[in-house]
């Protein structure tokens, strides 16, 4: 028996990045061996084990052999006999077909290492096209290196072209999609997943909402960077660089504009109501790749109030507080801040627009700060109804927020 680190650790460790999970391929043993040993069998499709006392994963050395369709469709063979290099040749790129002994002597039978050096994402081998869900691993590997200078190889691209071509891509399920939509809102540049898939002719397979963005004018005067797609990728890198990590703000500003993709031609390049029209299709994208309701319902909210948070100046008071009130930001007053920072990414996610400031932000998250302080005590009277007590309390709350406005001047 014989254990290698591999994957993205030995990949991190060369691209000088802080490693993250360790991940171990075992080679020469087999499942009963593993057991014997107190590792604890966790793998439902292959052979992968538990560390007693780490908690880290152990695979066993295997190869795999299409059987069908779809990324779920596979043959694995763990025998003892498979070799190192044969585990490396099955995976999907290069630059995680790397594997370290115990001694840090790297073995990398496919230029892995050049190819980090080269800043280069190649795919291992032919067999690459027999899963699709590596056509969104790649992209959302560049949305995490784009920012130190990754391209994907042509041939690469040539290969995710054809993969998309044979509408392999429509095998995914939903669930496997917004695992990796999730983790490239979450990386630095998520702009790079939205170009790569876009390139091979992803995107319009599992983002199509997204992907009718692009070639849609607008208004020059607000947007230089004109083409609504275009603007899309700046506002995502926007939110991934207020947020670091947070995929929910990252969705919602993915989605944020979805509606103007619908606005009729005569009208264009202005897009009155497209707050309002993009709703049902961001409700429509979550429903089909089953988002989580906290990013929905946030989602839901950019889309509709993104307009009225950068005009905040000009509502009226009460007009405030129903914002706030259809947020349901009285008992869930985490969600302004979410708000306020996905509508900063918008406004700064455009040409030349990239460090304005955006004191709108701000002033919604005082003006809230203030209607929350509004206690149902001190406007309550013995005799009020249900009806009464609501009106009571959105009155005060107005007059919370008129003397906040006061004070900021």
Partial sequence: MKIYLVGGAVRDRLLGLAPGDRDWVVVGATQAQMEAQGFKAVGRDFPVFLHPDTG???????????????????????????????????????????????????????????????????????????DPLRVLRAARFMARFASLGFTVAPETMALMRAMVASGELDTLVPERV????????????????????????????????VDALYGVPQRAEYHPEVDTGLHQEMVSDMA???????????????????????????????????????????????????????????AVMACR??????????????TVVELLTRCDAFRRPERIPWL??????????????????????????????????????????????????GEALQAARVVAVRQQRQTDG
């Fill in 56 to 130: 880290e994963e152990y695979a066993l050395a295997r190869t795999e052999r299409k059987s069908g369709r779809g990324y779920r469709g596979f043959v694995v063979d763990a025998d003892p006999s498979v070799t190192l290099e044969e585990d490396l040749q099955r995976r999907d790129f290069t630059v995680n077909a790397i594997a370290q002994d115990e001694d840090g002597t790297l073995v990398d039978p496919c230029g892995g290492a050049r190819d980090i050096e080269a800043r280069v994402l190649r795919h291992v081998g032919p067999a690459f096209s027999e």
């Fill in 178 to 209: 917004w695992q990796e939509l999730r983790r490239a809102l979450a990386s630095a540049t998520p702009s790079a997943f939205l170009a790569t898939l876009r390139a091979c002719g992803a995107l319009a397979v599992v983002l199509p909402e």
């Fill in 240 to 298: 991934a660089r207020l947020a670091p990590g947070d995929a929910r703000i990252g969705f919602a500003a993915l989605v944020h504009d979805l509606g103007k993709a619908l606005t009729p031609a005569d009208v264009l390049p202005k897009h009155i109501g497209h707050e309002h029209a993009g709703v049902a299709p961001v409700i429509a994208l979550c429903e089909r790749l089953k988002v989580p309701l906290d990013h929905r319902e946030l």
């Fill in 305 to 318: 109030e993104h307009l009225n948070v950068h005009r905040l100046a000009e509502l009226r008071d009460a």
């Fill in 340 to 389: 306020a920072t996905v509508c900063e990414a918008d406004k700064r996610g455009r040409g030349g627009q990239q460090e304005a400031d955006y004191p709108q932000g701000r002033t919604l998250v005082r003006l809230h700060q203030a209607a929350l302080q509004v206690s149902a005590r001190e406007v309550v009277r013995e005799g009020m109804t249900g009806v009464q007590i």
